[in-house]
């Protein structure tokens, strides 16, 4: 948790030096009087399978289950049209798992998953003038931050991957500062060889897993504050 915190403060510096740059390079001559916006999310995330094989004595398979999604995002548009966000979303979940690992054959457990999200993402939006509805469409990239308890034996462990993702809706803005968020999203945890959340005779450790990516689709939205400028 302690490298999560020092990326959520990297990414903080490095998205406000952007911001503060742009601002001060357009502020005189920009029209805009929505550039920070607050994003209140919630979405219903599907199902998704994963697995890893290291080797014929150790692999493990499962799925994560379906659930919501919530969280919040800090946006600020550096030019006209073109935003950029800071976002955290979670997501607290189960995953029914079967593994192999040192001689016993098709253990199974329930797990608890946490699938935590630190991302900071472009997003670009398009609307035609007078008009309530704004599309947009943007790309993103961070870490997730898996929790992983077993609630037989109380067993716990965490792994921080890189993470990525992409996402599209359109914002139907019922006032000139309070719009309702529409959109769909895809959200990837990436893992190679060298590290992941293995399953082991313990219930959960950390150890070597072959490739394996996690995909996690959601359908939702949620509320948007524009403060101006």
Same mark, same amino acid.
């Given at each position: /948790?302690?490298?999560?915190?020092?990326?959520?403060?990297?990414?903080? !510096?490095?998205?406000?030096?952007?911001?503060?740059?742009?601002?001060?390079?357009?502020?005189?001559?920009?029209?805009?009087?929505?550039?920070?916006?607050?994003?209140?999310?919630?979405?219903?995330?599907?199902?998704?399978?994963?697995?890893?094989?290291?080797?014929?004595?150790?692999?493990?398979?499962?799925?994560?289950?379906?659930?919501?999604?919530?969280?919040?995002?800090?946006?600020?548009?550096?030019?006209?049209?073109?935003?950029?966000?800071?976002?955290?979303?979670?997501?607290?979940?189960?995953?029914?798992?079967?593994?192999?690992?040192? &001689?016993?054959?098709?253990?199974?457990?329930?797990?608890?998953?946490?699938?935590?999200? =630190? /991302?900071?993402?472009?997003?670009?939006?398009?609307?035609?003038?007078?008009?309530?509805?704004?599309?947009? &469409? &943007?790309?993103?990239?961070?870490?997730?931050?898996?929790?992983?308890?077993?609630?037989?034996?109380?067993?716990?462990?965490?792994?921080?991957?890189?993470?990525?993702?992409?996402?599209? &809706?359109?914002? =139907?803005?019922?006032?000139?500062?309070?719009?309702?968020?529409?959109?769909?999203?895809?959200?990837?945890?990436?893992?190679?060889?060298?590290?992941?959340?293995?399953?082991?005779?313990?219930?959960?450790?950390?150890?070597?897993?072959?490739?394996?990516? =996690?995909?996690?689709?959601?359908?939702?939205?949620?509320?948007?504050?524009? !403060?101006?400028?």
């Amino acid at each position: /948790m302690k490298k999560s915190v020092q990326f959520i403060f990297a990414l903080f !510096l490095f998205s406000s030096s952007i911001i503060y740059s742009q601002q001060a390079r357009n502020n005189s001559s920009s029209n805009s009087t929505n550039n920070i916006r607050i994003n209140l999310y919630g979405s219903y995330t599907f199902e998704d399978s994963f697995d890893s094989y290291y080797d014929l004595g150790n692999y493990y398979q499962g799925q994560i289950q379906d659930g919501l999604q919530y969280g919040a995002g800090l946006e600020f548009e550096i030019r006209p049209n073109t935003f950029l966000e800071l976002s955290y979303l979670r997501q607290d979940t189960n995953a029914p798992t079967q593994y192999y690992n040192g &001689g016993l054959f098709n253990q199974f457990a329930d797990f608890d998953v946490a699938m935590n999200y =630190i /991302m900071l993402g472009g997003n670009h939006s398009f609307r035609k003038a007078n008009s309530p509805i704004e599309g947009f &469409g &943007g790309l993103m990239a961070g870490i997730a931050v898996i929790d992983i308890k077993n609630p037989k034996t109380g067993s716990s462990d965490s792994a921080t991957k890189f993470a990525w993702g992409l996402k599209g &809706g359109a914002i =139907i803005w019922a006032t000139k500062s309070v719009g309702v968020k529409l959109q769909a999203q895809l959200l990837s945890v990436t893992q190679s060889v060298g590290g992941g959340v293995a399953i082991g005779t313990g219930g959960v450790s950390a150890g070597v897993s072959s490739y394996s990516s =996690i995909y996690q689709f959601s359908l939702g939205g949620g509320l948007v504050f524009a !403060l101006g400028q």
